[in-house]
């Protein structure tokens, strides 16, 4: 499922992968202009290096195996974070003119 972490528990410890696929594949174009537009960005593909800058974090296209795991969780927790709160919100507004 998307963005669900899958965690296994067993005698090597805990492993987890990232599951980054869309339930509605067709939705990706939305959400990345969704992604762009709140972040004022230049472009969806862009976003993430934009906000890295604003940040001071190093982000460079191709192999950022430097990063730390804070760095890159400021990164897409600062873009995530914005998209969910937005995408609450509307549901919270369509949920009200549907009660009108």
Do not use: C, F, W
Request: overall charge positive; cysteine-free; aromatic content about 0%.
């Amino acid at each position: 499922m998307k963005g669900k972490l899958l965690e296994e528990i067993g005698e090597r410890g805990i492993r987890m992968a990232k599951r980054n696929k869309l339930l509605v594949p067709e939705a990706r174009a939305g959400l990345d202009q969704l992604k762009a537009d709140l972040l004022n960005s230049s472009s969806p593909e862009n976003t993430k290096y934009e906000v890295a800058k604003e940040q001071g974090i190093p982000l460079k296209k191709g192999s950022n195996g430097e990063l730390t795991t804070r760095e890159a969780g400021k990164i897409g927790g600062q873009i995530g974070g914005r998209m969910v709160k937005e995408l609450i919100r509307r549901a919270q507004q369509q949920m009200e003119n549907d009660h009108k």
